[in-house]
């Protein structure tokens, strides 16, 4: 009598729903991935190593399946079409395969889930959708418009993408460019402060000077050796030699102090303070102007990206149209419903024998 009443009549009960009111439902299913335009990456070229230790999924694909289970895709497809007249037109008399007719948005989002179906390989990428519905053909439509929403979404990807890395170029390029300028007035600057264009060549200038003195000193010094050897040490012309070399030297002597210690300018600056000041700026220029130069590559390069769709939905199942229905397995659910009653009586049994034996 338990068995009869626990598990054949509950069977009996659920057969006769399934095939007396349980409606036909008919399935379309579709199929798309996420695919990039780029070129593949190291990583990419490595897929089927990838594949092999758990790793080739897309971040993109991620997103897009989420979307699909999302209530944003729910109200897009209420939109459409009336999702909650079609799955609540037989509520009265078929209640556990449809939806009353006041469900809310949430109620709605919970009955998506169960009448779509989305299957997602993270190493493939692959994203296989089922869409159930009381006809093939609203079946049909929801699938498209799955299929045309995801689209959009991605494209809104896209184009959020682009948006961020032309700004992100474009502020990139402000900074350089306002940079290069400061470095440019500010070594502008310096020569209008300094009066000096280019102190190396300034420099080399005031070398010129010395080196000029050296030879004049070594002149004088051959010609004082030639005098010493055809008059005596008393001849004017000896002296005036002596003061002469005297006079080379001295000048010498003062012109390598004033290399180094005397100002140059009109802000008192020395030489070595001087270079430190102006090679400090041609490094600051140097940089600014790398950077500028990087920063316009960088634009070019996002403006060349944007121009081109980086990222699309490739569908590889159109939305099908059913002939047949599929849903509900009847057969299917009657076989389970009797497997799991007579395992839930077995255990019942075996608990109710237990007791009695002990009683």
Known sequence: MSFVLLVLVPTALATLYLYLLARDQYASTTGFTVRSEESASASDLMGGLSAFVGGGASSNTDVLFAFIHSQQLVERVQAEIDFRGHYSTHWETDPVFSIWPSATIEDLVWFWNRVVTVSYDKNSGLMDVQVRAGDAETARR????????SEAMINALNEQARRDSMANAER????????????????ASFRARTQIVDPQADIEGRM?????????????????????????????????????????????????????????????????????????????????ERTYTAALAALD????????????????????????????????????????????????AL???????RG
């Not at 608990?351 to 034996?357: A, E, M, T």
Request: aromatic share 8%; net charge negative; charged share 25%.
């Open 208 to 288: 010129g000077v010395i080196n000029g003195l050296q030879q004049q000193l070594a002149q004088a010094l051959v010609d004082y050796d030639l005098l010493l050897q055809t008059t005596a040490d008393s001849d004017p012309r000896v002296r005036q030699a002596e003061r002469r070399i005297e006079v080379i030297r001295d000048r010498i002597g003062e012109e390598r102090r004033n290399f180094a210690t005397q100002d140059v300018t009109v802000f008192d600056t020395d030489y070595p303070r001087l270079i430190a000041q102006f090679e400090s700026l041609m490094v600051n220029q140097e940089f600014a």
């Open 172 to 187: 990139d390029l402000e900074e350089a460019l306002a940079r290069l300028r400061s470095a440019r007035e500010d070594l």
């Open 301 to 348: 390069a996002a403006r060349s990206n944007a121009q081109r769709k980086s990222l699309y939905l490739a569908t590889y199942v159109r939305p099908t149209l059913a002939e047949q229905a599929e849903y509900p397995r009847r057969l299917q659910f009657v076989l389970l419903t009797l497997l799991f009653l007579t395992l839930a009586w077995s255990a019942l």
């Open 142 to 149: 929801i699938a498209r418009i799955v299929v045309a929403e």
């Open 351 to 357: 608990i109710y024998y237990s007791l009695r034996d």
